[in-house]
């Protein structure tokens, strides 16, 4: 596979990614309700809504890691799911923290201690491994073979 051909499978990969950390991004916001919803066409809109949000999301706000990461990935011909799953979840952790999404270190209340990592922090990470996880399905698996020679 060529250069160019790899780089349109990468696009291809990224934006998948995205779209499934989005619907993980979804999940986690809306999960505690879910036993509420039901069939209503107003409350898939919004499900959907939100993951179309969260897709977006990921993509803008991880966009120069991401690129940084897919580089290293190429370069260096790293292939492993591990890796690539925590190279998703350190982007958007990140990238969460970068945006300025994080709660601050304390909070005010007398009746129970703050949780150690918030349901933020949380949804960001799981949807991290989720962008990890898609990108290796489609192309992170094949990284750096667009270089080796086919034998002939």
């Known amino acids: 596979m060529s250069l160019v051909g790899r780089i349109f499978v990468i696009i291809f990969a990224v934006i998948l990614a995205s779209m499934a950390a989005g619907v993980a991004i979804a999940v986690g916001i809306l999960g505690p309700q879910w036993h509420s919803m039901s069939g209503d066409p107003v409350e898939r809109v919004f499900f959907w809504g939100t993951a179309f949000v969260g897709a977006t999301g990921t993509g803008a706000l991880g966009i120069l890691p991401m690129i940084i990461l897919i580089a290293l990935a190429e370069a260096f011909n790293i292939r492993s799911l591990a890796l690539n799953m925590l190279g998703g979840v350190a982007m958007l952790l990140l990238s969460y923290y970068g945006a300025g999404f994080a ?38 698996r094949n990284a750096g073979r667009w270089r080796e020679r086919s034998p002939q």
């Open 103 to 140: 709660p601050p270190s304390y909070e005010e209340s007398i009746d129970r201690s703050p949780p150690i990592v918030s349901h933020d922090l949380q949804i960001a990470a799981a949807a991290g491994a989720v962008f990890g996880l898609m990108y290796w399905l489609i192309a992170g």
